[in-house]
C-alpha cells in the first residue's frame, strides 16, 4: 500500500509544501471523509426479494431469510466492513402485508427516509400489482426524490418473466423473447410511477443477473465522498472497471478539494493531486481504501472490446481463479500487486494503438481462451504460467514499443 508519507513527498515534488501542522489537519479530514459510513435503504413489499439481494450484491449471509412469512419486522441495521465502520444497509419491512401494518410502516418509512444517502425500492417482475408500491412511493419517498435523493427501482426476479423457459442458464441471461418482455415491464413500471425508464434497473438476485449494472448505477448515482465505501464493500465480481476508475477519481477529487482548504492556496494543486492518485492502482491508495476493484484489467478490456458485459462467464471465471485459487499461492498476491501496477498501463496503450482491433484479437485467440479451457478442466498452474507469459508479452510488446 502507498503510504501517507509517500503521497505528502509526491507532493513535495510537485511544488506543493505541506507543513507538519497541515499535513496532520488533511489527514484528520480525510479520515472523516473517508470513514463516513454510507446507509442505503432496501424498501419494498414483503416477499419481493430485498434481503436476497442484499446477500448477492454482497457476498454473505448478511440479512435474515425466509420464503415462508415475513421475516423483516423491524428495519436491520448491516454494518459492512472492518469493525463498527462500513457500509449501512437498512433492510426494513415490506409494505403490503396488511393495511394496519402499512400504517406503522409508513411512519417507520418516513423516518428514515431523512437518514438515507441512497434508496433502492424493489418490485417483484412479475408483480402486476402495484397499488401499495404506488402510495408508498408517492407519499413518502417521491418528495425525498424530487429534492434529489438518490433512488432507483429494481425490477428483482427477471428470470420468471414469461417465457421462463426461455431463461439460458448456461450464460445466465434471459432470451431473446423473454429480454424483449422484461424492457417492457421496465417501461409499464415507468409509465406507472412518472419516472425515466433509466431509473428501473432489471436484476435477479438468485441468477446473479445485471447486479454489476446495478451496482454501476449506485456508485455514478452517490455524491463523490460516499461512493467508496459502497463500492468497497460489493463482491468484487460486481466491481466493473468503469465503476473503479469512477470511484478512483472521486476519491482524487476528494483529496484534491481536501489538501486545497487545508493549503489555502490557489493554482493547479488539485489537478496536481489528481494527477498523483491517478498514477496508483485503486487498492493501494493512500489512506488505507480497500479492496481492489474492477477485477482482471486485461482480461475485462478484452470480453469489452468483444461485446462481452463485466459479468459475462468469462470474466466471473476468471475472477473466481484470481480469488479462489490464486491468491492462495505463495507467490499469488504479489503476483496480482505486480498485474495492477502494469495492466492499467498495457491496456491504455493498447487502446490509443492503431492496431487495437489485432491486438485484441491476439489476446484472446491465443491467451485468453486457452487460459479459460484450462481453468474450466482445473489445470490451473499451467493457466498461472500461460496468463504470466502473456502479460510477459505485452510488456515487451506493448509498453516497451509505446515507451
Not at 500500500?1 to 499535513?23: A, N, P, T, Y
Request: charged share 30%; net charge negative; glycine share 6%.
Amino acid at each position: 500500500m502507498i503510504k501517507q508519507m509517500d503521497f505528502f513527498e509526491e507532493l513535495e515534488s510537485k511544488g506543493i509544501s505541506i507543513s507538519d501542522e497541515q499535513r496532520k489537519a488533511i489527514e484528520h479530514k480525510l479520515n472523516d471523509v473517508m470513514n463516513y459510513e454510507p446507509k442505503i435503504g432496501i424498501f419494498g413489499k414483503t416477499g419481493v426479494g430485498k434481503s436476497s439481494l442484499c446477500n448477492a450484491l454482497f457476498g454473505k449471509d448478511i440479512c435474515l431469510i425466509s420464503d415462508v412469512e415475513a421475516c423483516t419486522r423491524n428495519p436491520q441495521e448491516v454494518i459492512l466492513g472492518l469493525g463498527q465502520k462500513g457500509l449501512k444497509l437498512m433492510d426494513v419491512p415490506g409494505v403490503g402485508e396488511s393495511s394496519e401494518r402499512d400504517k406503522e410502516y409508513s411512519q417507520l418509512y418516513a423516518r428514515l427516509m431523512p437518514e438515507l444517502d441512497l434508496v433502492l425500492w424493489l418490485i417483484k417482475a412479475d408483480d402486476r400489482a402495484l397499488t401499495s408500491d404506488e402510495v408508498f412511493y408517492k407519499s413518502i419517498v417521491k418528495p425525498h426524490v424530487d429534492e434529489g435523493k438518490p433512488f432507483f427501482f429494481v425490477l428483482n426476479q427477471v428470470d420468471k418473466i414469461e417465457p421462463f423457459r426461455e431463461w439460458d442458464e448456461e450464460k445466465g441471461e434471459p432470451g431473446a423473447k423473454q429480454f424483449q418482455n422484461i424492457h417492457r415491464k421496465i417501461e409499464d413500471v415507468a409509465t406507472f410511477f412518472g419516472i425515466t425508464a433509466s431509473k428501473v434497473i432489471p436484476v435477479s438476485a438468485n441468477e446473479k443477473y445485471n447486479l454489476t449494472k446495478l451496482v454501476d448505477e449506485i456508485i455514478f448515482a452517490l455524491p463523490k465522498e460516499k461512493k467508496l465505501t459502497v463500492f468497497r464493500e460489493v463482491e468484487e465480481k460486481h466491481q466493473s472497471q468503469v465503476a473503479g476508475d469512477h470511484v478512483k477519481r472521486s476519491v482524487a477529487e476528494v483529496i484534491g478539494d481536501t489538501v486545497v482548504s487545508v493549503v489555502e492556496t490557489a493554482g493547479r494543486v488539485a489537478e496536481k493531486v489528481i494527477d498523483i492518485i491517478g498514477k496508483i492502482p485503486l487498492p493501494r491508495l493512500p489512506w488505507g481504501l480497500g479492496k481492489s476493484g474492477g477485477g482482471c484489467y486485461i482480461t475485462t478490456a478484452t470480453m469489452n472490446y468483444l461485446n462481452k458485459p463485466d459479468d459475462c462467464y468469462e470474466l466471473n471465471t476468471f475472477r473466481e481463479f484470481r480469488d479462489t485459487w490464486l491468491a492462495e499461492q505463495t507467490d499469488g498476491k504479489e503476483l496480482i500487486n505486480r498485474y495492477y501496477e502494469i495492466a492499467p498501463k498495457i491496456v491504455n496503450l493498447i487502446d490509443d494503438s492503431p492496431d487495437r482491433e489485432t491486438v485484441y484479437n491476439q489476446i484472446w485467440t491465443d491467451y485468453l481462451s486457452k487460459c479459460l479451457y484450462l481453468i474450466e478442466t482445473n489445470q490451473y498452474s499451467e493457466c498461472k504460467d500461460l496468463y504470466i507469459d502473456m502479460v510477459h508479452y505485452l510488456e515487451k510488446e506493448v509498453v516497451c514499443v509505446g515507451a
